[in-house]
């Protein structure tokens, strides 16, 4: 019983002193980064669809970009070599 006792006062220390430090993670942002929000989702391009040439030496994808403003999105397909390279 003072085994358990022990335990669980050590372990509610333990959890005071994790209370009391400041949080890393939390959602204050950093001066450095960019909060990732919706309006920034969109302007990356989304990778669809990678599709190997029937020689496997090719690989073709599609990248989607957006333009919220024209509420249109625009679809370029790229070939790049199976091994890597500039598309």
């Given at each position: 019983?003072?085994?358990y006792l022990l335990a669980v006062l050590?372990?509610?220390l333990l959890a005071q002193s994790?209370?009391?430090k400041k949080n890393p993670f939390s959602?204050?942002?950093l001066p450095?980064?960019?909060n990732l929000s919706a309006a920034v989702l969109w302007k990356l391009g989304r990778v669809?669809?990678?599709r190997i040439s029937p020689d496997g030496k090719w690989v073709l994808f599609g990248v989607k970009t957006a333009n919220i403003a024209a509420n249109k999105t625009h679809n370029i397909i790229y070939k790049m070599e199976i091994n890597?390279?500039?598309p």
């Open positions: 019983m003072k085994k050590c372990l509610s994790c209370l009391k959602n204050t942002p450095h980064r960019q669809s669809d990678p890597g390279g500039t």
